[in-house]
């Protein structure tokens, strides 16, 4: 058995998935409290829909690891 496909999320999808606003979501990833975007290409990214996820379980206590 294979294990899910983690997919990629681009922008419009991860605002409707979390009700963020544009502002809101670039302040939390700067803020460390939302998750880092992946490159997908040279001027294309998105986030990890597992990562996205995580975040939506518990979007308060979240913490990327990273400090800014």
Known sequence: ????IDRILRFP???DVTC???STL???INQGTFPKQ???STR????????TQEWLRNPIWYSSGESS
């Open 1 to 4: 058995m294979s294990e899910p």
């Open 13 to 15: 999808a991860v605002l």
């Open 20 to 22: 963020l606003s544009r």
């Open 26 to 28: 670039y302040r939390k």
């Open 38 to 40: 992946i490159a997908i």
């Open 44 to 51: 294309r990214a998105g986030w990890r829909e597992s990562a």
